[in-house]
């Protein structure tokens, strides 16, 4: 995560990337028809990266670990 200051985090940014090859949602069926060159194209993209929106989360910063 980076933000201008820890204190104000209305600038922050948060990256994730994800290994498309590890999705399971308890259906099988499902699972393969997310991996296949028709949703994630898992034999040519092993992981999903990138921003997409903006959003916005209500959040509670309990301490900071540094």
Known sequence: MEAAAL?????????FKFNVA???TRNGERNNHFKSAEFFD???????K?????VTFDV???????
Do not use: F, H, M, Q
């Open 60 to 66: 509670e910063c309990r301490g900071l670990w540094i």
């Open 7 to 15: 204190t104000d985090l209305t600038t922050a940014s948060i990256g």
């Open 50 to 54: 990138g921003v997409t929106k903006p």
């Open 42 to 48: 898992v034999e040519n993209n092993s992981s999903i």
């Open 22 to 24: 590890s999705i399971y």
